[in-house]
């Protein structure tokens, strides 16, 4: 009887996998104040947010878990308890039938002021405000989530979205304003202005060749390469139609941040035209980065 009851109770717990497997690190390089411990538990703390929280009614097996990097490091201390970070965030989606593992997002959100108090626990800010360190990493864990949804089916994302959002526009305004959260930011790459770019009619497309680029593409690369690549092609042919109707677009410059590299490997042993096609769509998409597709020009 008591394996009996041992059984379904790890059942249960594996239908009630967690979505997440988030490799977190803190990091405070220039401080000397506060002591270290602070951070450790800070590391453990966000840790156990991301990988232990509940984030959908979906059920998922261990290998199937979201991957992905967190680093914050810390770069001042305005008291012992409140602190400027900056964020690396970053999450991988494993190619079908192969090793490989294809960077779905790379980016730096930087100069948060964030509070921290050790053993006041994290919360899932999907319903209202708490405090903005729980925003930013529920809001990132659904980033996190559309991001890898949308690569498995069209639109799929969107539910993740919509919750992200939501997290944002419930971030009160002494809060929203220059931090990222605020519609007016400076910054393109903002987290409020890539929200408007995921629900944008004008990106729609651009979201469906994000799909076509891993299920259609990477994920039959293995099985037919050359057929692969014409319709990775065709997807970043889409992206750039996308991107000369709305230029300089959150959306396409983090596509572009963590495809970059990807891209030039997989387009290296082509042939000398779609080289060129490849070269020519790329450095409209990611002008800064221009130099990073020389090899295929």
Not at 112 to 125: A, G, K, M, R
Not at 186 to 215: A, G
Not at 249 to 257: D, E, G, I, L
């Amino acid at each position: 009887m008591r394996l009996i009851i041992l059984f379904i109770v790890l059942s249960g717990l594996q239908l009630q996998a967690q979505e997440l497997n988030i490799n977190v690190k803190v990091t405070a390089p220039r401080l000397k104040t506060v002591d270290p411990k602070v951070f450790q538990s800070m590391e453990r703390d966000i840790n156990e947010f991301l990988n232990n929280t509940k984030w959908t009614e979906d059920e998922f097996e261990e290998w199937e878990k979201i991957e992905g990097t967190i680093n914050a490091t810390i770069t001042e201390e305005t008291s012992p308890t409140s602190f400027r970070v900056d964020f690396f965030v970053q999450s991988i989606r494993p190619v079908f039938n192969s090793n490989y593992k294809s960077q779905v997002l790379n980016l730096v959100d930087g100069g948060l002021n964030l509070n921290y108090f050790e053993n006041q626990p994290i919360q899932n800010n999907f319903n209202g405000y708490t405090d903005e360190l729980s925003s930013f990493l529920t809001f990132y864990a659904y980033v996190l989530l559309g991001l890898d949804y949308d690569t498995y089916e069209p639109f799929g994302g969107d539910p993740h979205f919509e919750i992200a959002r939501t997290v944002m526009n419930n971030i009160p305004p002494s809060i929203a304003t220059d931090t990222g959260w605020d519609e007016r930011a400076s910054k393109s790459t903002s987290r409020s202005n890539f929200i408007q770019n995921i629900f944008d009619p004008r990106i729609r497309p651009f979201r469906e060749s994000v799909y076509e680029y891993h299920l259609k593409a990477m994920d039959t690369m293995h099985s037919d390469p050359e057929r692969a690549k014409a319709v990775l092609l065709g997807a970043l042919t889409t992206m750039q139609q996308v991107n000369a109707s709305y230029l300089n677009s959150a959306v396409v410059q983090y596509f572009c941040s963590a495809k970059r590299d990807e891209i030039v490997e997989i387009f290296k042993a082509s042939s000398r035209g779609q080289q060129s096609k490849v070269y020519d769509i790329m450095v409209k998409l990611n002008p800064a980065q221009a130099s990073s597709y020389s090899s295929l020009k």
